[in-house]
């Protein structure tokens, strides 16, 4: 299985922004689809936004669309998560997850489908 590792994240002013990092190791990380998700205090984790293998198609959070970008470089085995206009609702723990396929085109938002999860990075943001 693929593993992943979040990076990047901090403390930031409201209307700040941060770029987080999901690096994985394994020479087949073009094979996976990755989803970011966050879990705020107190709250269920929450789906962010997601890539397909193939870098053709994303889908955001209603939350976040507008602000939030996601790339991937399977070159580099990273997939970005580019934050701006950050507000304190953002704060949260953010976490990577992998879920392999075959298909370039498939995106996957749901938590239960995806199969390799990073340890989490800490983003908070001040009012």
């Known amino acids: 299985q693929v593993h992943v590792v979040e990076s990047g994240g901090g403390l930031v002013q409201a209307g700040g922004s941060l770029r987080l990092s999901c690096v994985a190791s394994?020479?087949?990380?073009?094979?996976?689809?990755i989803a970011w998700f966050r879990q705020a205090p107190g709250e269920e984790r929450a789906f962010v936004a997601a890539i397909s293998r193939s870098h053709t198609i994303t889908r955001y959070a209603a939350s976040v669309e507008g602000r939030f970008t996601i790339s991937r470089d399977n070159a580099k085995n990273t997939v970005y998560l580019q934050m701006t206009s950050l507000k304190p609702e953002d704060t949260a723990v953010y976490y990577c997850?992998?879920?392999?396929?075959?298909?370039?085109?498939?995106?996957?938002?749901?938590?239960?489908?995806?199969?390799?999860w990073g340890q989490g990075t800490q983003v908070t943001v001040s009012s």
């Open positions: 394994g020479r087949t990380f073009s094979s996976y689809a």
């Open positions: 997850a992998a879920k392999s396929t075959p298909i370039g085109s498939i995106i996957f938002t749901s938590a239960e489908l995806l199969d390799s």
